[in-house]
């Protein structure tokens, strides 16, 4: 598995506010490192900018604003001298709220991998819990699909998007806060399956709560757009 790093990195959406006031964070090939932090500080940029959300060209973007410094690098390279389609091959993510396709579920699972048979698309659907949904497929799922998008709850999407990254199987993962919108009943048994799926990776945790990242090689405490401890999970309890 590939190492990633942020080297250095600022960045704000708006000139005059920096968000990220110069972020070093190493993680080490297959190994996961946790950001955790109020809201507001910065954790889901990190994780936009390592999948170059920003390069899509969002409304509201301002190349010229968005005053960027520092590095981020996979392997070595610059993300920037990557090809977005190598970057977003190598990297799998689970986004806080995903926006789905107006598609099947189905679809919307294997969108990264459309060479998966439906064997490996049923696994990943089962393992995220969402089996149920792509089994109404396809006489159903005029059902679950509306004008404007799917009719499914935060939760629902989420494990879709879970599905996806299953099967993607990318080398690279970003997780973030990935079982936020999970009822209780499905949100153990899925976090067991995003550790599983984490534990040969190299894994970009974001979560709310230190509790939830015990296991992760290293935590990163980030407020204010700065990392303001570093540590294992044992270390940052004791140092309350
Ligand atoms: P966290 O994940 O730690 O809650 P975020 O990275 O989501 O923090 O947000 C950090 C700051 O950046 C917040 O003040 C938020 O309002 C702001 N922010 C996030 N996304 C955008 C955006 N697309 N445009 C402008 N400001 C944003
Ligand atoms: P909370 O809001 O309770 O802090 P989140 O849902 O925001 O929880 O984030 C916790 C996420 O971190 C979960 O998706 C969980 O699966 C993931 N996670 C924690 N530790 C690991 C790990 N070692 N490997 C993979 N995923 C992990």
């Known amino acids: 598995a590939p190492d990633v790093r942020f080297e250095g990195v600022h960045f704000g959406y708006e000139r005059e506010r920096a968000i990220l006031h110069g972020v070093d964070l190493v993680i080490p090939a297959g190994r996961t490192v946790a950001v955790v932090g109020p809201s507001g500080a910065g954790k889901s940029t990190l994780a936009r900018l390592l999948y170059r959300f920003y390069d899509v060209g969002r409304p509201g973007d301002d190349d010229a604003a968005r005053a960027a410094a520092g590095r981020i690098t996979v392997e070595g390279h610059d993300i920037r001298d990557l090809t977005q389609a190598s970057l977003r091959r190598a990297i799998g993510i689970v986004p806080q709220d995903t926006v789905l396709f107006n598609d099947t579920i189905e679809y919307n699972i294997r969108y990264g991998r459309p060479d998966a048979t439906d064997e490996e698309v049923c696994e990943a659907a089962r393992a995220a819990h969402i089996l149920a949904f792509i089994e109404r497929l396809p006489q ?17 999407k989420q494990r879709v998007a879970i599905a996806r990254t299953l099967l993607k199987n990318p080398p690279i993962l970003i997780l973030d806060e990935a079982t936020s919108a999970l009822d ?20 970009l945790v974001i979560a709310h709560r230190l509790s939830t990242v015990v296991d992760a090689h290293e935590i990163v405490v980030l407020d204010n757009g700065r990392v303001v401890e570093r540590g294992r999970h044992a270390e940052l309890l004791a140092q309350g």
């Open 140 to 156: 159903g799922w005029k059902t679950v699909v509306g004008e404007r998008g799917l009719k499914l709850s935060g939760g629902e």
């Open 184 to 203: 209780s009943a499905n949100e153990r048994a899925i976090q067991a399956e995003l550790r599983r799926l984490a534990r040969d990776r190299t894994t």
